[in-house]
C-alpha cells in the first residue's frame, strides 16, 4: 500500500504505509494534544485571575507534578497486563474528568485534586504512547511515525495557543466577560474538555491490544491449541519495573537526565534572559519563541532522512553536536539577531534528534521492558528539570543575572556536550550493523 501524507509543507510518503492504528494515534495526540497545549498555556493564568497567590499557584504545580510522577511506573506496569490501548484512553478519561472538576468548582481543595488527576492522567497516556507506537509500526517507517508524532506536539503548541485564545476572546467578547477574568479561561476550558473527549473517541477506534488478545489471535493464525512458552530470559521484576538488562538501561537514560538537568537551569528561563538582556516587550518576545517552534517542526520532519543515510545514533549525534556552537553564540552574544537566529537552530537541532533516539530506545528493549523504560525516561526528565531549576535559583540568588547565567550556560554546554559523546561511545556500533546489515540485504 502506498500513499502520501501532508505536515505542514513537508511530503511523507511513508504515511499511507503506517499501520491503521499509527494513524489513528497520530489523530488522538493532535486532538489531545491541543488540549494539553491550552493547559499549559493558560492554567496558571486561570490560577491567577481566581486571585490565588504565586505561592498557591506552586502548590498546586508542584502536587500536579508529584503526581504525574508517581503514577508513572504503575501506568506502564499495568500497560503490560492491560494493554496500550486501554491505558492511553484512562489517561484521557482521567484527563477529560479533571477538566470537569475545573470547571464545575472554584474550591482549592477541588483544584488541586482535578489539577493532580490531569497530570496523572496524561502521564499515563505519555509513558505508553512510544511503546504503543513502536508495537503498531514498521522498523522502514518507525523514524517517520516518531518524527510526525513530535511534530504534532510542536505545532498544536503554536495553533492551539493561537486560535485557543482568539476563540476565547470572541466567545468573552459576545457574552461580555472580562478578558482577563476567570469567566474567559473557563471558555477555553470548555474547549479543552471538548478536545479531550473528541480524543477519547479516537482512542476507541484503535485495536484492542490487550495481551490475552493478541496471544488469542496470534495462536489462531499459528494453529496452536497451547499457550507460547513463557520467555527464558529472567525478569528483575520491582512494583510492575521490568529492567532484564540494567547496564543497557543505564546507557539508555544517563544522557538523557544530563540532557535535562542542562534544559531545565535554562530553557524555562529563556523568555527572561532575553526580555531582560535585550528589552523586548511580550509581543516580541512571543514572535520570538513561535519562529523557534516553527523552525523546530521542520527540522524534526527532516531528520528521518539523516537517520536513514547515517543510522539513528549517528543523525542524533549530528544534530546535538551541532547544537552546541549556537548554545555558546545565544549565551555570549551581545546582538539580538545572532540571539534570535542562534535560539532558532539550536532549538531545532537540539530537538530534532529527540523522536528518533526514543525510536532508538524502544527497539534496543523487549515489549515488556518499552513501558518501563518509557516511564524512567519521563521521571527522570521531570527529576533533570527539578534539579536544573534549583541550581538556576541558586545561581540567581547568589550571582545574580549576568553571573548566574554565565554559569548557566557553560552548564548546559558542558552537559550537552557530555551526553552527545556518550551517545556516540555506547551506541554508534549499533548503527553500524544496522547499516551494514541494510547494504547486505
Given at each position: 500500500?502506498?500513499?502520501?501524507?501532508?505536515?505542514?509543507?513537508?511530503?511523507y510518503?511513508?504515511?499511507?504505509?503506517f499501520?491503521?492504528?499509527?494513524?489513528i494515534?497520530l489523530?488522538?495526540?493532535?486532538?489531545?494534544?491541543?488540549?494539553?497545549?491550552?493547559?499549559?498555556?493558560?492554567?496558571?493564568?486561570?490560577?491567577?485571575?481566581?486571585?490565588?497567590?504565586?505561592?498557591?499557584?506552586?502548590?498546586?504545580?508542584?502536587?500536579?507534578?508529584?503526581?504525574?510522577?508517581?503514577?508513572?511506573?504503575?501506568?506502564?506496569?499495568?500497560s503490560?497486563r492491560?494493554?496500550?490501548?486501554?491505558?492511553?484512553?484512562?489517561?484521557?478519561?482521567?484527563?477529560?474528568?479533571?477538566?470537569?472538576g475545573?470547571?464545575?468548582?472554584?474550591?482549592l481543595p477541588?483544584?488541586?485534586?482535578?489539577a493532580?488527576?490531569?497530570?496523572?492522567?496524561?502521564?499515563?497516556?505519555?509513558?505508553?504512547?512510544?511503546?504503543?507506537?513502536?508495537?503498531?509500526?514498521d522498523?522502514s517507517?518507525?523514524?517517520?511515525?516518531?518524527?510526525?508524532?513530535?511534530?504534532?506536539?510542536?505545532?498544536?503548541?503554536?495553533?492551539?495557543a493561537?486560535?485557543?485564545?482568539?476563540?476565547?476572546?470572541?466567545?468573552?467578547?459576545?457574552?461580555?466577560?472580562?478578558?482577563?477574568?476567570?469567566?474567559?479561561?473557563?471558555?477555553?476550558?470548555?474547549?479543552?474538555?471538548?478536545?479531550?473527549?473528541?480524543?477519547?473517541?479516537?482512542?476507541?477506534?484503535?485495536?484492542?491490544?490487550?495481551?490475552r488478545t493478541?496471544?488469542?489471535?496470534?495462536?489462531?493464525?499459528?494453529?496452536?491449541?497451547?499457550?507460547?512458552?513463557?520467555?527464558?530470559?529472567?525478569?528483575?521484576?520491582?512494583?510492575?519495573?521490568?529492567?532484564r538488562?540494567?547496564?543497557?538501561?543505564?546507557?539508555?537514560?544517563?544522557?538523557?537526565?544530563?540532557?535535562?538537568t542542562?534544559?531545565?537551569?535554562?530553557?524555562?528561563?529563556?523568555?527572561?534572559?532575553?526580555?531582560?538582556?535585550?528589552?523586548?516587550?511580550?509581543t516580541e518576545?512571543?514572535?520570538?519563541?513561535?519562529l523557534?517552534?516553527?523552525?523546530?517542526?521542520?527540522?524534526?520532519?527532516?531528520?528521518?532522512?539523516?537517520a536513514?543515510?547515517?543510522?539513528?545514533?549517528?543523525?542524533?549525534?549530528?544534530?546535538?553536536?551541532?547544537?552546541?556552537?549556537?548554545?555558546?553564540?545565544?549565551g555570549?552574544?551581545p546582538?539580538?539577531?545572532?540571539?534570535?537566529?542562534?535560539m532558532?537552530?539550536?532549538?531545532?537541532?537540539?530537538?530534532?534528534?529527540?523522536?528518533?533516539?526514543?525510536?532508538?530506545?524502544?527497539?534496543?528493549?523487549?515489549?515488556v521492558?518499552?513501558a518501563?523504560?518509557?516511564?524512567?525516561?519521563?521521571?527522570?526528565?521531570q527529576?533533570?528539570w527539578?534539579?536544573?531549576?534549583?541550581?538556576y535559583?541558586?545561581?540567581?540568588?547568589?550571582?545574580?543575572?549576568?553571573?548566574?547565567?554565565?554559569?548557566?550556560?557553560?552548564?548546559?554546554?558542558?552537559?550537552?556536550?557530555?551526553?552527545?559523546?556518550?551517545?556516540?561511545?555506547?551506541?554508534r556500533?549499533?548503527?553500524?550493523?544496522?547499516?551494514?546489515?541494510?547494504r547486505?540485504?
Open positions: 500500500m502506498t500513499g502520501t501524507g501532508w505536515i505542514g509543507a513537508l511530503k510518503r511513508a504515511w499511507g504505509r499501520h491503521r492504528d499509527a494513524r494515534i489523530v488522538t495526540s493532535l486532538v489531545s494534544g491541543a488540549a494539553l497545549s491550552l493547559y499549559w498555556i493558560d492554567f496558571n493564568l486561570y490560577l491567577s485571575a481566581l486571585g490565588l497567590s504565586t505561592a498557591t499557584i506552586g502548590l498546586v504545580a508542584t502536587i500536579a507534578s508529584i503526581a504525574g510522577a508517581v503514577v508513572a511506573f504503575p501506568a506502564s506496569a499495568a503490560d492491560l494493554g496500550r490501548r486501554t491505558m492511553i484512553g484512562a489517561g484521557l478519561a482521567a484527563g477529560t474528568i479533571a477538566l470537569g475545573l470547571l464545575v468548582s472554584e474550591a477541588l483544584i488541586i485534586v482535578s493532580a488527576l490531569y497530570a496523572a492522567g496524561f502521564q499515563a497516556m505519555g509513558v505508553v504512547l512510544a511503546p504503543y507506537m513502536t508495537e503498531h509500526s522498523p517507517h518507525r523514524n517517520e511515525l516518531f518524527a510526525i508524532q513530535f511534530a504534532i506536539q510542536n505545532v498544536t503548541n503554536i495553533v492551539a493561537v486560535v485557543g485564545g482568539v476563540v476565547a476572546g470572541v466567545v468573552a467578547s459576545a457574552f461580555g466577560l472580562d478578558p482577563a477574568g476567570p469567566g474567559t479561561y473557563r471558555v477555553i476550558l470548555v474547549i479543552m474538555v471538548v478536545l479531550s473527549a473528541a480524543g477519547l473517541g479516537t482512542v476507541a477506534l484503535l485495536s484492542d491490544d490487550r495481551p493478541v496471544v488469542r489471535a496470534r495462536l489462531e493464525r499459528a494453529g496452536e491449541p497451547a499457550a507460547f512458552p513463557a520467555d527464558p530470559r529472567r525478569s528483575r521484576t520491582w512494583l510492575g519495573i521490568t529492567v538488562d540494567r547496564g543497557l538501561f543505564l546507557r539508555l537514560l544517563v544522557p538523557g537526565l544530563l540532557i535535562s542542562g534544559a531545565g537551569q535554562v530553557i524555562p528561563f529563556l523568555n527572561l534572559f532575553v526580555q531582560v538582556k535585550f528589552g523586548l516587550n511580550l518576545l512571543n514572535a520570538v519563541f513561535a523557534t517552534s516553527l523552525g523546530t517542526v521542520a527540522a524534526i520532519l527532516y531528520q528521518p532522512r539523516l536513514r543515510r547515517f543510522g539513528q545514533i549517528t543523525s542524533v549525534v549530528l544534530v546535538q553536536g551541532a547544537s552546541i556552537p549556537f548554545l555558546v553564540v545565544l555570549f552574544s546582538v539580538l539577531w545572532t540571539v534570535i537566529l542562534a532558532a537552530v539550536r532549538n531545532s537541532l537540539m530537538n530534532a534528534g529527540n523522536p528518533i533516539f526514543t525510536a532508538f530506545a524502544m527497539e534496543q528493549v523487549t515489549p521492558e518499552r518501563t523504560l518509557s516511564a524512567f525516561m519521563s521521571v527522570l526528565w527529576i533533570g527539578i534539579i536544573g531549576g534549583t541550581w535559583a541558586v545561581l540567581q540568588a547568589t550571582l545574580g543575572f549576568e553571573g548566574g547565567y554565565t554559569v548557566n550556560f557553560i552548564t548546559i554546554i558542558t552537559l550537552y556536550t557530555t551526553a552527545t559523546v556518550m551517545y556516540w561511545a555506547w551506541f556500533m549499533v548503527d553500524r550493523r544496522v547499516l551494514e546489515s541494510r547486505a540485504a
